[in-house]
Each structure stands twice: as C-alpha cells, then as structure tokens.
C-alpha cells in the first residue's frame, strides 16, 4: 500500500491550497484519513481527520479555514486550505487506516509529507 500525496508549494498569506492524497495496492477498505503537519523544531500535530461515513474532525486553529474532504470511490482524502497564515507553514503528511488481508486490521499508513510555505 502506498499514499501518495501532492498539491503543496508556496502561498501568500490570506491564499489557498489543497492537498490531495491517493491511497494505491491491495486495499480492501478504509477506516478514517487524515491530515497531519510538522513544521521545522515541532511535533507532528493532527490538522483534520474524516471518518468512511463523511464525519469530519479539525484542530482549532484550522476551523473555518481549512476543509477536509474524501473520495470513498478514489481512495482519496483532500485538505482545501483557505486564508493561509504563515503560522500553517509545515510539511504535511496524510495518513490513512487500511485493510489489507480479509481477517486482518485496519493498520495505518503514512504519505510523504508535502511541504506548504506561507509568506506573509
């Protein structure tokens, strides 16, 4: 299984991103997807996370600026990033749970992280 992700690159402050993340091998079904960031000296931090039924969950300091979203038929999770602060600079890294073997588990996979740059 491999998450490819893309869509990064350098924004203004106030400007938009998104980020897209496609989940590719022997998959057999996906719990929650998930965006995660870490900037440069930092932990790695949940930005926003989306269950297989659409329910959606973000960290504060998106809420009304940042939109996560899926595509169940795509095995693919998106991150529309509105008002782009440069406090948002950060690589990010999407991250999905994948079943794999019929009488197996949901194990988590990781993406490469993408990196955004915000200017102000």
């Known amino acids: 299984v491999q998450l490819q992700a893309s869509g990064g690159g350098l924004a203004q402050a106030g400007g938009s991103l998104r980020l897209s993340c496609v989940a590719s091998?022997?998959?057999?079904?996906?719990?929650?997807m998930g965006w995660y960031r870490q900037a440069p000296g930092k932990q790695r931090e949940l930005v926003a996370s989306?269950?297989?039924?659409?329910?959606?969950n973000y960290v504060d300091l998106v809420k009304g600026r940042f939109t996560i979203s899926r595509d169940n038929a795509k095995n693919t999770v998106y991150l529309q990033m509105n008002s782009l602060k440069p406090e948002d600079t950060a690589a990010y890294y999407c991250?999905?749970?994948?079943?794999?073997?019929?009488?197996?588990?949901?194990?988590?996979?990781w993406g490469q992280g993408t990196q955004v740059t915000v200017s102000s």
């Open positions: 991250n999905a749970e994948i079943l794999t073997q019929l009488l197996g588990n949901h194990l988590g996979y």
């Open positions: 989306i269950t297989s039924g659409g329910s959606t």
């Open positions: 091998g022997r998959i057999l079904s996906i719990n929650d």
